[in-house]
């Protein structure tokens, strides 16, 4: 692999063009709601059939990291996540653009982006192999321990109510167990409605949570009130700036990476761990939910990492390590091409084009992300009855698309009104989506773990990770009763005195 | 939780392409004279790139000079395969919609109760079968699926299947009811998830289809222990089926079509006769062999038949196991 196969790699063969295709389709994709990015890779593949190959999982593998960043453009400037992961992005960068700060959020998570994709595409290139052990140390009894410290977050993100919090969070874990049971694969509470067998889509509950919310909210607002005043012009972090989010960076980056080679997990959990990691060793934690620059780059280098990593067990083992890169390893196989731990034996160059068209992509990224965004942030910026009558649209049409059935519609604005009546109980909605997210990994790891230990619940101690997973959640959760306590009795005393 | 998502993806632009364009053919087979006249469309409930989808159309190009007309495939994903057997039960039963089989529609039927079940739809013809495997981790301890059951009966066995609801788990509690062996069957969301299991020790054994693990058995990282078909696989001469280790279970993943009800006669010969050159096209032969696909025509008349005592077969093992009632 010498620097004559580069040069005639990227001249000769449609790669380039590949990277840059799958960037602007990708960002286009995870920017509507109801195309994940596992769906823009997928509506791709039956045009990679006769394509070459390099060219092909180029296509899918930039339309991936692609529609992991167009996700969190439309969840900073309408509050609608485009996809799951953006979710998690919305919470602060949302905020952040309600004061006029758009521009500066949308260049956050842009570089933020950029960075995760690279450090993804570092260990992806160079770790491979090793990482991929990482892959086969996580048991079922790990995962459940990897849930369990997600959830245990809900503790310290609740807000100024504990009990509303674990109210919240308990609605979505019972969410979650809609579908299929996990065990049995018998249906639970699907009323023989064969829409609900597979569960409810997370995606579903975050726009209505947050989308639909936010637009029955807004109804009340009058015509001549502009939605924000924020400049159509991107704005990308100072020094000073880049200074403060290298730490959520680097946490995003490492939840990013054990995320993305650990399968089943993907980039929403990872996006919503990295929040909040990010949240619990920042310096200013009562930024967090009002507009902090570290929320919206902590998931985005989070989520975006998991799009190269994910392709570690996927090329390594042959497993992937999310459903997008499920659609990759489709795409190989379309080629002819057996991910696995032959493919660097017999297929060594198609690896190393990937491995360059992902690093073009990344450059792709950058130009294409700062040449959309000035029509994006116009676009907002027209009046409010067409942003909202067009957001109404986007979400509606979005909901629809993703079961193709009108059930899924009428359910997003469920969850719109359940958020409304969440608003107004001043019921924070983030546990309840983190409940959603979550809800299903932990249980089926719960009881996947126990089956296989014969019903045994030291399984759980004798798994080392679990081990470790449990003792620092169980810390986390300690030290926010002791905060919340202490907070508690330091206002008490004020009023005392 | 991939496996749930997995149900989620669609494919817009397929979708409405091919409802268009099978609804502008509908009128045009029924004036032809022949069968088919025009796009024949074969309803997938796999998302693109699962393995229905890359095995239809994979064998499309080769089938298409048999069968004449312009064969398109068509993803419907959603409700684990209720959605697809909707579409096809309530398409025109001229031969220009069919359902691709495989024993998912069952079971979704079985466990859902949807509005449109197996007994909606018509099966067609059989095409082929994937032989399903009993594989272990290449340094396990286990020479063979005798030294498995042993363990199992001495001590408490750990096998894995992929999915709760599949043929996969048929087969090991067949083969647990039928050695009275002690074993946990854990399943899992899609077969990835439970070969990590597999390879990290934490299972004895997993059982899927030999194009799942060809990756794994290439690197040496797992061995394949046993086949639960009734015949040795020509890729895998050595390796003997259950009934030959003595274990008398035998199950079959097939492979096919299904129509709406009442299809006319001339449609069913077409597809017969379409299916049996295709098994034996020398060109897609190598193809299908190299993917470790066996033959399995079944005529029409032995299909419904087929497809019939598959699904009972599935309802008792449901009910004795206690997942439905």
Request: proline letters at 6%; aromatic letters at 8%.
């Amino acid at each position: 692999m010498d620097l004559s196969y580069l040069t005639q790699l990227l001249l000769t063969t449609p790669v380039v063009p590949a990277a840059f295709g799958g960037i602007v389709w990708g960002i286009l994709g995870g920017a509507l709601p109801g195309i994940s990015p596992s769906i823009s890779m997928a509506l791709l593949l039956p045009f990679t059939y006769g394509m070459h190959p390099s060219a092909a999982v180029v296509l899918l593998g930039a339309t991936y990291f692609g529609a992991e960043y167009g996700g969190s453009i439309p969840a900073i400037l309408i509050r609608t996540p485009g996809t799951n992961s953006a979710a998690a992005t919305l919470i602060d960068g949302y905020a952040m653009n309600q004061q006029g700060r758009a521009g500066e959020a949308l260049g956050i998570s842009l570089m933020s982006g950029i960075v995760g994709g690279t450090v993804g595409l570092v260990m992806l290139v160079a770790l491979t192999e090793p990482l991929s052990q990482v892959a086969l140390a996580f048991r079922p009894s790990s995962y459940f321990a990897l849930g369990i410290l997600g959830l245990s977050v809900i503790a310290s993100l609740a807000g100024d109510s504990l009990l509303k919090g674990l109210m919240a969070g308990v609605l979505g874990l019972m969410i979650a167990t809609i579908g299929s049971d996990p065990v049995t694969g018998g249906g639970r509470f699907i009323f023989g409605n064969a829409d609900l067998l597979s569960g409810i889509p997370p995606i579903i509950v975050m726009v209505g949570l947050y989308a639909v919310t936010e637009l029955i909210t807004d109804r009340g607002t009058g015509v001549q009130e502009r939605a924000d005043q924020s400049k159509a012009r991107i704005v990308f972090p100072n020094a000073a700036m880049w200074k403060r989010i290298a730490m959520p960076q680097a946490i995003g980056s490492v939840v990013g990476l054990v995320e993305g080679c650990t399968p089943g997990a993907g980039g929403t959990v990872a996006a919503f761990l990295a929040y909040s990691e990010a949240r619990r060793w920042s310096r200013r934690k009562e930024e967090f939910g009002h507009g902090s620059p570290e929320g919206v780059a902590a998931p985005e280098a989070a989520n975006t990492a998991t799009s190269k990593t994910a392709l570690i067990p996927m090329l390594s083992l042959g497993i992937p390590g999310s459903n997008s890169a499920a659609i990759l390893l489709g795409g190989f196989l379309i080629q002819g091409l057996i991910p696995g731990p032959m493919l660097f034996v017999q297929h060594a160059n198609i690896v190393f084009d990937l491995y360059v068209g992902l690093a073009v992509s990344i450059v792709a990224l950058l130009i294409v992300g700062y040449l959309i965004m000035p029509p994006c942030i116009w676009l907002v910026n027209r009046p409010k009855p067409y942003l909202s009558a067009a957001i109404y649209a986007l979400v509606l049409s979005g909901a629809y698309a993703i079961g193709n059935s009108l059930f899924q519609v009428s359910l997003v604005l469920a969850f719109g009104a359940l958020g409304f009546v969440m608003k107004y109980l001043r019921m924070p909605v983030l546990p309840m989506v983190l409940g959603v997210v979550l809800g299903f990994m932990v249980e089926s790891n719960f009881r996947r773990a126990l089956v296989l230990s014969g019903g045994d619940l030291t399984a759980f101690v004798h798994d080392p990770i679990s081990a470790g997973l449990l003792s620092v959640s169980a810390l986390f959760i300690l030290s926010s009763a002791v905060g919340r306590f202490r907070k508690r009795a330091s206002v008490s005393g004020k009023v005392t005195t | 939780m991939a496996e749930r998502l997995i149900s989620q993806w669609i494919s817009f632009g397929s979708i409405a392409l091919a409802t268009g364009m099978a609804g502008a053919t509908v009128a045009a087979a029924n004036a032809a004279e022949t069968y088919p006249s025009g796009v024949v469309t074969v309803v997938t409930h796999s998302s693109p790139g699962g393995g229905s989808d890359v095995f239809w159309r994979e064998m499309i190009p080769h089938l298409q000079p048999h069968l004449g007309g312009k064969l398109i495939v068509q993803n419907v994903t959603g409700g684990s395969g209720a959605k697809a057997v909707a579409t096809v039960a309530d398409a025109t039963p001229d031969g220009s919609m069919f359902y691709a089989t495989t024993p998912t529609y069952i079971y979704t039927s079985l466990l859902a109760n949807p509005t449109k079940t197996y007994k909606d739809l018509e099966p067609l013809v059989n095409l082929f079968y994937d032989p399903e495997v009993i594989y272990t981790a290449a340094n396990s301890k286990f020479s063979d699926l005798k030294s498995v059951i042993a363990e199992a009966k001495s001590g408490r066995g750990k096998w894995g299947a992929a999915n709760p609801a599949s043929l996969e788990r048929e087969a090991l509690e067949e083969i647990k009811a039928a050695t009275g062996a002690n074993a946990s069957i854990v399943t899992f969301e899609g077969g990835g998830d439970m070969l990590l299991n597999v390879l990290n020790g934490s299972l004895d054994i997993g059982v899927g289809e030999v194009e799942e693990i060809r990756s794994q058995l290439d690197a040496k990282k797992l061995r394949v222990l046993a086949v639960i078909g009734d015949n040795r696989l020509d890729l895998l001469p050595d390796v003997p089926t259950a009934k030959e280790e003595g274990v008398d279970v035998s199950v079959v993943k097939f492979r096919g079509l299904a129509g709406p009800k009442n299809l006319p006669p001339e449609v069913i010969s077409a597809w017969e006769k379409a299916a049996q050159e295709l098994v034996a096209d020398p060109d897609y032969k190598k193809i299908y062999e190299a993917n470790n696909l066996q033959p399995g025509y079944i005529a029409h008349d032995r299909y419904v038949k087929f497809i019939d005592d598959f699904a009972q077969k599935t309802e008792g093992f449901l009910k004795e196991s206690g997942v439905v009632k």
